[in-house]
């Protein structure tokens, strides 16, 4: 009896391993996927200087047209005056307009200048996420592969399981399952040296060891609670 609750234990034990080895993603897949939200978290923000200095640069341009089109509507009107006064305060307008132009010309440089610069940081980042993007997919695939093909063969071990589980008692079948639970993985232990609980390694009382050599009830060790099998009776 005990005997075939240990192979059903050994599949449940190559099961476990599995299990474990399946959730083991690559280290450098998992820092592949660092390094690419990493750039990703890098273009965004350098995305958010660039639109502002968009912005910026932008209305400065805008003001820029605005003044030119007033300073050559002066110049003109000034052409066309009826007066040497009127032509004369035509011109001091125009010579406003080019010097508020001339300040915001000098002032929109270094704008122009730090707008170029992020526009050329951010192609350069944007590039590196590309170039890593086939890396990343090619790996993602892999790890997909891989994850498969461990899901395919852990199926027949699945049902050589429930084949081996349908030949233990269903009462035995439930504490081994409970003891398996909270032991993270064995819950039949075996005898050592004839005293001790393979599981735990405490020394089992006399009274515990001759109820599990007679082997016609379940016996648990009184310290780890796994159930006990002398393999020698087995
Ligand atoms: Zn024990």
């Keep these: ?6 192979d059903l234990q050994t599949k449940d034990l190559e099961l476990d391993a599995i299990e474990a080895e399946m ?13 690419y939200r990493q750039l ?46 009127e032509a004369s305060q035509y011109q001091n307008q ?5 010097t508020r132009l001339q300040e915001l010309e000098e002032d929109t440089l270094p704008l122009i200048e730090r707008l ?18 086939p ?21 027949a071990l699945k049902d050589e399981r429930a084949a081996l589980a349908a030949n233990v008692p269903a009462a035995l079948l439930k504490q ?3 003891v398996r639970r909270s032991k993270k993985g064995v819950g039949l232990a075996s005898i050592v040296n004839g005293k001790r609980c393979g599981g735990c390694n405490v020394q089992l009382p006399i009274h515990v060891m001759q109820k599990a050599k007679k082997g016609d009830t379940i016996t648990r060790c009184p310290s780890c609670g796994r159930i006990l099998w002398d393999q020698v009776e087995a």
């Design 1 to 6: 009896m005990l005997e075939r609750l240990n």
């Design 23 to 35: 959730s083991q993603t690559p280290v450098e897949l998992i820092q592949l996927r660092q390094k």
């Design 116 to 133: 170029e610069a992020a526009q050329a940081e951010l192609d350069a980042l944007k590039t590196q996420l590309d170039e890593l993007e």
């Design 40 to 85: 990703e978290a890098e273009v965004n923000a350098k995305e958010v200087v660039y639109q502002d200095l968009r912005r910026q640069v932008n209305s400065s341009e805008l003001e820029i047209d605005t003044l030119s089109a007033r300073r050559k509507a002066s110049a003109e009107a000034s052409l066309q005056a009826q007066s040497a006064k």
């Design 94 to 98: 125009e010579l406003q307009f080019a």
């Design 135 to 155: 890396e990343l997919i090619a790996m993602n695939q892999a790890e997909e592969d891989r994850v498969i093909a461990i899901e395919e063969n852990t199926e």
């Design 176 to 178: 081994y399952e409970q």
